[in-house]
């Protein structure tokens, strides 16, 4: 995963970092931002997504909230996980051996 080997474009602190997310003929400029609540070896969450030609950056009063989201998250044992997953508070997404995304 390119998070745990340090290929993000920006910690925003509290655990929450930035990726880019290049569209197809695009490229990363003019793409996608994705929002993880990451810690190594522990998880990631996906915790917010946008396109940049919608919306330039998050406010400061989001980026707050978010990074207690990303707190909550990252503290949640495996039992939380799975009951969170149950009742489909949160969605578990993992990849195949070609990198495609699979629920």
């Known amino acids: 995963m390119e998070l745990e080997q340090g290929l993000v474009d920006a910690s925003l602190g509290g655990l929450l970092f930035k990726k880019r997310i290049p569209?197809?003929?695009r490229g990363k400029r003019g793409s996608f931002r994705m929002l993880v609540a990451f810690h190594t070896k522990k998880a990631a969450f996906f915790v917010y997504g946008f396109a940049k030609n919608q919306r330039g950056n998050i406010s400061a009063r989001e980026l707050r909230a978010l990074k207690m989201l990303a707190k909550s998250l990252?503290?949640?044992?495996?039992?939380?996980v799975r009951k969170a997953v149950a009742v489909a508070e949160i969605r578990r997404v993992e990849c195949d051996d070609e990198n495609e995304p699979t629920q």
């Open 23 to 25: 569209a197809p003929g």
């Open 74 to 80: 990252i503290e949640l044992d495996d039992a939380k």
